[in-house]
């Protein structure tokens, strides 16, 4: 087809700004997860050298891959026995031993094979060390335990079994077990090695007790009880996880969580003389962060906490920092944390570095963007945090006021227009069915049409009328598209019928007979008529042409116009099939896949189709469905819009702007 992109290389989108601004600088990005990151560990591999292992969140994601964290490379082949699938990585941890070597051993679970097995690794040359051994329930029944004589010891406690085996990492035989739980509390449900003052490292286990909690602390060499350690609390539930925190004067703290269906709560307890130390601090997955200055930080729930001071001094899952699933302390430099962020991708990051939140906590872009030209020749944004709308330049991302405040009724749609008099109004449209406009310029309420006159707003767009006016086309749940009057809110024109499904997105339609017409999705006339995109004359309310068919439950429409005045308009479905069409012929250009879409071009240019998909913008010339450039946004995207040559990303925790280059 004429007109098609010329190939100029890859077209590039640089960021102009985002609010927030982001909280986390990643040190480097691991890809290659596609259904996000799951397991990781560190493993030492000598010459002041660490690797992360890590796999994937999936059953059919068990590949361990080995990434050096400094450059963000894969180091070798991924990890798999015999080349089949092993099952979903529930656990791993690292077994450093004599001559600088290091065995990783990766915990399994698979349903359909073996069950619950350990795999032991040889991280240099990727191949499997004896075993499989019999595997753990759950990732804190696994632990490494180092001996004075600089072996690596594997203590795990086998799936359905209540004792503690130990295994020779060097040689995948058995040396210790089994360690069975003292008389009248249940088995081990958690397990961490701690080093005493004395430079002994012991096997410490965490088990149900009538009064709370008992730790038993074990010699890894001989596989004696050396110590016990009760630890009462309140809570109904079970140890679940524990940790080991050294102190500066060289002594040792355990930290232990007690899981009672609905909340964790961990609390510290001094080794030494048994006697509780610190907590409680409330949250899921308890995790030790070793620093470099030679501290222990403790990843707990959503917050990173000082065992120390008891002091949360920072974020993990929570307002765009993600939530760590493994400490990289780096010889010689600071510790990472690995995180997964959105499209299957995980990061690196320094949490020392990451930068307090520096916009207000009720900003948020939850669907809806909303471009607003003014009368000063400025492009606004409007978005909305449910009932509330925030207004954002476009060109520097500073804050241009709030409308709308004070209210109650959620918000479902919204778009502007402009009004004879030189006004521009933005008319929002809520769940209650009531529609309001506002002033821009001054923020004051214009018109209103109260609830109870229709069903609730899904989707809006501003269209020309015969007579030179822009008239807002509102759809909603009820099936009934109306043309209102932005000023006032009232119909302005009762043209249309009653199409027999409620329209989910609406958008307007230039055609080369000069008309402007109105895509609706999911609309067919009253009578007869199957699932399908539709072009309504606003003049006469009346379809124009045969229905875009093969669509069944339309969420966007993207109208394109070429250089030669044909549109072409993209229609995505809720499976995230995108067909193309020419608006005029009905002929279908062209399919792909992706989330949320709109169009961008810059003046006088050639537009191209945004597509969110697996973390990142992919850019896609519409006349031949062909990539032809992206950036990763590592953030869950909602909404895209497009005006001119910029991009606007509406994201669950804030809003991005891209230019296209050239």
């Known amino acids: 087809m004429s007109g098609a992109l010329q190939d100029h290389g890859p077209r590039e989108l640089t960021l102009v700004w985002e609010r927030p601004a982001g909280r986390v600088r990643p040190s480097v990005t691991l890809r290659a997860f596609k259904d996000g990151l799951g397991v990781a560990v560190v493993v030492p591999v000598g010459d002041d050298r660490v690797l992360l292992a890590a796999s994937g969140d999936h059953e059919e994601d068990d590949v361990v891959r080995l990434w050096d964290p400094v450059t963000g490379e894969q180091v070798g082949g991924p990890l798999r026995e015999n080349s089949k699938q092993g099952g979903l990585v529930i656990a791993m941890v690292a077994l450093p031993f004599a001559g600088g070597h290091t065995r990783l051993a990766t915990a399994h679970y698979d349903e359909d094979d073996d069950g619950h097995v350990v795999y032991l690794w040889d991280t240099v040359t990727g191949e499997q060390v004896g075993g499989p051994l019999p595997g753990p329930g759950r990732a804190a029944e696994l632990v490494a335990v180092p001996t004075p004589d600089g072996r690596s010891l594997l203590a795990v406690t086998p799936y359905d079994e209540e004792e503690v085996w130990l295994w020779d990492a060097a040689t995948a035989e058995r040396t210790v077990g089994p360690l069975s739980a003292p008389a009248g509390v249940d088995g081990p449900s958690a397990m961490a090695a701690v080093t005493l003052a004395d430079g002994r490292t012991l096997l410490a286990t965490a088990h149900g007790h009538a009064e709370g909690a008992l730790l038993g602390l074990w010699d890894p060499v001989t596989g004696e009880l050396a110590q016990t350690l009760l630890c009462p609390h309140e809570d109904e539930g079970w140890p679940s996880g524990l940790a080991a925190v050294r102190l500066p004067d060289g002594g040792s703290l355990l930290a232990l969580s007690v899981n009672d269906d609905d909340h964790e709560t961990v609390r510290l307890w001094d080794v030494a003389t048994g006697a509780p130390a610190g907590g409680p601090f409330t949250g899921r997955g308890l995790r030790p962060v070793p620093m470099a200055d030679g501290t222990t930080l403790l990843s707990i729930g959503s917050g990173l906490w000082d065992p120390a001071s008891g002091r949360r001094i920072g974020d993990l899952g929570t307002n765009g920092v993600p939530a760590a699933v493994a400490a990289v302390p780096l010889p010689g430099g600071p510790t990472l944390l690995a995180g997964e962020v959105p499209g299957g991708a995980g990061w690196l990051w320094d949490p020392t570095a990451v930068e307090p939140p520096n916009e207000p906590a009720e900003v948020g872009w939850d669907g809806l963007v909303a471009p607003v030209t003014v009368p000063d020749g400025r492009t606004l944004l409007a978005t909305r945090n449910d009932t509330t709308v925030w207004l954002w330049d476009l060109r520097t991302g500073e804050s241009a006021g709030r409308l709308h405040t004070g209210d109650t009724d959620v ?57 030179g006016r822009i008239l807002m086309a509102t759809g909603s749940h009820s099936g009934i598209i109306r043309l209102r009057d932005p000023e006032t809110c009232e119909t302005a024109s009762d043209v249309f019928n009653r199409p027999d499904r409620p329209p989910l997105a609406l958008a307007r339609v230039q055609m080369l007979d000069g008309r402007t017409l109105l895509a609706s999705s999911e609309a067919t006339p009253a009578r007869g008529g199957s699932r399908a995109v539709r072009l309504w004359d606003p003049a006469t309310g009346l379809p124009v042409g045969a229905p875009f068919e093969h669509h069944r439950y339309v969420t966007h429409l993207a109208a394109m116009t070429l250089a030669d005045e044909r549109t072409l308009l993209a229609v995505r479905d809720f499976d995230d099939s995108i067909r193309v069409w ?72 804030g809003l991005v702007v891209l230019a296209l280059d050239g």
């Open 411 to 467: 918000l479902t749609a919204m778009a502007a227009a402009p009004l004879p008099d030189g006004r521009t109004v933005l008319v929002t449209g809520h769940r209650s069915g009531a529609l309001r406009s506002w002033d821009v310029a001054t923020g004051g309420p214009v018109g209103s049409l109260l609830p109870g006159r229709t069903s609730a707003i899904r989707t809006m767009v501003p269209i020309a009328s015969p007579d």
């Open 582 to 653: 020419d608006a005029d012929s009905r002929r279908l250009v062209g399919e792909l896949t992706g989330g949320p879409m709109a169009a961008i071009a810059p003046s006088g240019g050639h537009p191209l189709l945004a597509v969110a998909r697996r973390g990142a913008v992919e850019l896609w010339d519409p006349l031949t469905c062909r990539w032809v450039g992206s950036r990763v946004v590592e953030r869950p995207v909602t909404v895209l819009a497009g005006v001119g040559s910029n991009l606007i990303i509406g994201c669950t925790d």
